[in-house]
């Protein structure tokens, strides 16, 4: 059966420690010289409706360094605008590759797009999800505290994409995950419903005071205030989460050892500033990069089912 990434609810918890394990295995060989071949002469198509550096490159990265290569066109250009049917885009494209990643606004496209392709389907971000930058953001946390569950990850800002996959990527390896979000841009209730009832053990709240939510972090995570798509309702945003801003002061309520995390693109001076970007508790780096060996792990993962 052809395995997909649309979700993080496509893995089950054992395949998202089982992934993790496969990143850091090919990343210790990685810095080591050792770059197995194990995807020679396969392809990765990448369909995007958005702008991105880290995933495309990262993905891209990725293949060639497993012995592929990737090619990548627009959603437009794959003739999703109408020009053909999904069905026959999904046919054709999957044909071709050994991976299909997708950046796109609807969620939806994601899914259906996956139940006709005859290769593994990679969300590579939507409005909804962000399932690969969760599993990296795992990978990182693991890194640096050599362990997930038990961990307090405190996501400071908008109950977005990132939050979402975020918080389910906790709920399924055990990290407590609170959002302190301003009133009326938490996560939707409908989704937290369904987490809950997918995962009854799972430690998720959502608060409207960042400076007691950090009060008890290991990681402390940010991410944009107005995420694409949304740029006209930024200067709205920018007011109702003036208080939301991850800065010294804010880190400095926080334990000792705690890390600062953010996806990237960052809006510096926006929700970081640029000390807390800079400073010695950001692992931001670290975590851009462990997107490529997330990637890695990730395809030779899913290529081996
Ligand atoms: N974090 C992330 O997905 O970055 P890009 O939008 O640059 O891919
Ligand atoms: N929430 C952001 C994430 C970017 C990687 C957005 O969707 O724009």
């Keep these: ?31 080591n010289g050792d770059c197995p071949q194990l995807l ?44 053909e049917s ?18 796109t606004y609807s969620q939806q496209l994601i899914e259906d797009f996956a139940k006709i392709s005859s290769c593994p389907v990679i969300n590579a971000l939507s409005d909804e999800r962000h399932p690969c930058q969760a599993l990296t953001d795992l990978l990182t946390i693991r890194e640096t505290f050599g362990r997930l569950e038990g961990l ?32 009326g841009f938490a996560m939707p209730e409908e989704f937290c419903t369904d987490l809950a009832k997918r995962f009854p053990e799972a430690q998720v709240e959502q608060v409207h005071d960042p400076l007691s939510a950090v009060s008890t972090a290991d990681v402390v ?25 991850v800065n010294e002061a804010l880190l400095n309520l926080a334990p000792d050892g705690v890390k600062f995390m953010h996806d990237l693109p960052a809006k510096r001076g926006l929700e970081v500033t640029d000390d807390v970007m800079d400073g010695s508790s950001s692992i931001v780096f670290q975590q851009a990069e462990n997107r490529m060996h997330l990637a890695r792990g990730l395809f030779a993962w899913l290529l081996a089912q």
């Design 86 to 103: 999904l069905r026959d885009v999904a046919t054709v494209l999957s044909s071709y590759s050994a991976i299909i990643t997708m950046r």
């Design 1 to 31: 059966m052809t395995r997909h990434l649309t979700s993080l609810y496509d893995l089950a918890p054992q395949d998202v420690l089982a992934i993790l394990d496969s990143a850091a295995d090919l990343k210790a060989r990685y810095r």
């Design 221 to 245: 995570y940010t991410d944009v205030w107005a995420s694409m798509g949304q740029e006209e309702d930024a200067a709205r945003r920018q007011q109702a989460f003036a208080n939301f801003q």
């Design 152 to 183: 307090h990850l405190v996501f400071v800002g908008d109950g977005n994409n990132v939050a979402m996959s975020l918080s389910i990527a906790s709920a399924m390896t055990g990290l407590k995950f609170t959002l302190a979000v301003p009133q």
């Design 40 to 83: 020679q002469g396969r392809v990765l198509a990448q369909m995007f409706e958005k702008p991105s550096l880290r995933t495309r490159n990262s993905f891209e990265a990725a293949m060639i360094n497993l012995g592929g290569a990737g090619i990548f066109l627009t959603t437009e250009e794959a003739g999703l605008n109408g020009r």
